[in-house]
């Protein structure tokens, strides 16, 4: 024996597939690795709706959390709006406060500035120089209103009435007579012979001040001197401003010095407007207006500005006041005007007593004044122009 057929391994033959154990075998094999499969399928299936799970819950979180962050952000949005709109509220509350704030402040100036002109104005009235009245007239009604905090004062208006030419003004003694007269309105006056003239009458009509509203302030270079003695004008206004423009009796230099001769008082102005001041505030004042004399006595006191803020104004019949036009011009002015005042001066020609009679003949230009007399019956003077 050879030493190859010594060491030969017979080993048992694998099935055959195409055997009946090889089909077996490889059933079995194919079966088990189905069975895996199987098995990994459905662990991938498992796993996949874990996942699919697991992505729909993260969705419907995604979802809340963007539809919260969106109500978020609306909320913000409508927070920040109404913090816009609380803002301006206040910025435009704030505005109307400061501007409430400052007209308080200027009323308030204002009311300053008012309080201390009436102080300084009720210094003024309490010492204005004293003169004695007497009450003559007769009480009213209590002022009401805006009325109740002013000054009244009597006026007693004096108008100036333009004449037309060949024209002349008539008063009578009565109204009824001035009546009479306009009433006929045309009349006939003969002036000797047979010269005859006719003449119209007609009413006067003056426009008259019916309210007239001063507002007074102190004149800060002026003063107001009364109680002064009686001696030569033009010496008085001389020593007066000699004393008063002197610094060592607490005056200066004056620009104007003159009388008052309704009232025989003596406004003295100042250059500068410092001075009149300090002279009120002592108010009486040694003043040496004779070298024979001793010192004279003289009281000083504020002056007072007045400014018309309210003037009205209305139309009034004279009621005794005639005026006559369409005279013309044929003789002498003065013979004219004489048989004219004796024409309507008598009774049969519907006149009566004359109290004044003024004539413009053609070609002159001549005024007559109107002054209120008592009882508010009107007198007229002639004023050439």
Known sequence: MSSDEDFSLVLDPQPSEHTLEGIKALTLSYKQKYEQLLKEHQ???????????LTEEFRQRT?????????????????????????????????????????????????????????????????????????????GPPLQGAAANTQPFEMKPRIVYPMEEGAALITFEEEVVAKNILSMKKHQVNLGGECRITVEARPVHLMMPSLVEI??????????????????????????????????????????????????????????????????????????????????????TPFLNGKITNFETKMKECPRTVLLTGIPDIMEAETLQDLLEIHFQKNSNGGGEVKTFLYNPLGQHTSALFEVASADREEEQDEDK
């Open 63 to 139: 979802v809340k959390l963007t539809q919260s962050l969106m109500e978020d952000q609306q909320s913000y949005e409508e927070q920040t709006d109404n913090e816009k709109t609380q803002l301006s509220l206040l910025m435009q509350e704030e505005s109307e406060l400061m501007e409430e704030l400052q007209g308080v402040e200027a009323a308030l100036r204002e009311e300053e500035a008012k309080n201390s002109l009436l102080t300084e104005q009720m210094d003024v009235f309490a010492a204005v120089p004293e003169i004695t009245v007497v009450f003559t007239g007769s009480t």
């Open 215 to 300: 507002e007074s302030e102190v004149c800060h270079q002026r003063i107001l001197i009364s109680n002064l003695p009686k001696m030569d004008t033009d010496t008085l206004l001389n020593k007066l401003e000699i004393h008063f423009s002197k610094s060592k009796h607490g005056g200066g230099e004056v620009e104007e010095c003159e009388m008052l001769p309704d009232s025989g008082t003596v406004v003295l102005t100042f250059v500068g407007t410092n001075i009149a001041r300090g002279l009120t505030d002592t108010q009486h004042h040694e003043i040496k207006l004779h070298q024979k004399l001793k010192k004279h006595r003289v009281r000083v």
């Open 43 to 53: 662990e991938l299936a498992t796993s996949r709706d874990d996942r699919r799970n």
